[in-house]
């Protein structure tokens, strides 16, 4: 079965960090891109980054740009998000998704996993 | 920036109806748009990509069609499945990966 689960979330204070993990299973994780995808409560859907099936090219949102980190561990089938300065405007859930492609860049996301909370409160 | 605007925000149907959800960019995108399917607590699902590509798996009354700026999500006769949450997303331009607004489908 096709799975991805994340882990890691949890309540952090303002300027402090997180990182969150996401455990691939069911298909062959180094042939495709990766993604981290958030949700605020109530809203809609805001794409986070982005990382090619050998870590050669990523890509960021502007909100999140020099703050958070996007890596892969292909050995360990694993994604990585290290969120760094967190601030109040990051709470959400943050999902996992594989993209169609080995590009993170103009391919849709076909598998998503169920989503981990991030709070950033004091 | 891209934005995506769906129209409409809300739409109120009932079973068997005939539904289109428009999506529309602000630039041209080429084909380079998915939609995606939620419902209440759970993650997304894509059912199209490529503007009218259907994901393996999405029942047929769902289709995709459009080009450019303006892009359309029809689903031919509603089920009671089909209600959720609704989202477009481009995949063409920078930033990429950005979503629609959304557009929530109830029972009517």
């Known amino acids: 079965e096709v799975q991805l689960v994340e882990s890691g979330g949890g309540l952090v204070q303002p300027g402090r960090s997180l990182r969150l993990s996401c455990a691939a299973s069911g298909f062959t994780f180094d042939d495709y891109a990766m993604h981290w995808v958030r949700q605020a409560p109530g809203k809609g859907l805001e794409w986070v980054s982005g990382?090619?099936?050998?870590?050669?090219?990523?890509g960021y949102a502007d909100s999140v740009k020099g703050r958070f980190t996007i890596s892969r561990d292909n050995a360990k089938n694993s994604l990585y998000l290290q969120m760094n300065s967190l601030r109040a405007e990051d709470t959400a859930l943050y999902y996992c998704?594989?993209?169609?492609?080995?590009?993170?860049?103009?391919?849709?996301?076909?598998?998503w996993g169920q989503g981990t909370m991030v709070t950033v409160s004091s | 920036d891209i934005q995506l605007t769906q129209s409409p925000s809300f739409l109120s149907a009932s079973v068997g109806d005939r539904v289109t959800i428009t999506c529309r960019a602000s630039q041209g995108i080429s084909s380079y748009l998915a939609w995606y399917q939620q419902k209440p607590g759970k993650a997304p699902k894509l059912l199209i990509y490529?503007?009218?590509t259907l994901q393996s798996g999405v029942p047929s009354r769902f289709s995709g069609s459009g080009s450019g700026t303006e892009f359309t999500l029809t689903i031919s006769s509603l089920q009671p499945e089909d209600f959720a949450t609704y989202y477009c997303?481009?995949?063409?331009?920078?930033?990429?990966?950005?979503f629609g607004q959304g557009t929530k489908l109830e029972i009517k």
């Open positions: 997303q481009q995949l063409n331009s920078y930033p990429p990966h950005t």
């Open positions: 490529a503007a009218s």
């Open positions: 998704a594989k993209g169609l492609g080995g590009s993170w860049y103009r391919a849709a996301f076909d598998i």
């Open positions: 990382i090619s099936w050998n870590s050669g090219s990523i």
